[in-house]
């Protein structure tokens, strides 16, 4: 089991959960959702429940993953099978983002 925080601007969001590779969790922090000034992290992961799950990363997490040669550069570099898009987010998604969404592994 690998975890992830979330974080919107700065501010810790959520915990995103990788069971094993055909299941993922992603779960609001209680303060953030019971926030009614933090909107929601997606239009896809409404803030309408505290926890989500999948059977594959989500897709507003794996959208946030390069593509294509990128993909492959990143891979090579990093050491990480290509199959592997949660090691890829938190390895790549950590602070050079392009939106205001940020993932952090948690050790």
Do not use: H
């Amino acid at each position: 089991m690998r975890k992830a925080e979330i974080y919107r601007n700065g501010i810790l969001a959520g915990i995103l959960i990788e069971e094993n590779r055909n299941g993922f969790v992603f779960r609001y922090e209680d303060a953030y959702f019971n926030d009614p000034s933090k909107p929601a992290i997606s239009i896809t992961l409404p803030k309408k429940k505290k926890e989500y799950r999948c059977e594959y990363l989500f897709p507003f997490f794996s959208n946030m993953i390069a593509e294509g040669e990128n993909r492959n550069v990143q891979c090579r570099l990093l050491k990480i099978d290509e199959k592997d898009q949660f090691g890829l987010l938190v390895a790549t998604a950590a602070a050079d983002t392009i939106g205001n969404i940020t993932v952090k592994k948690i050790k």
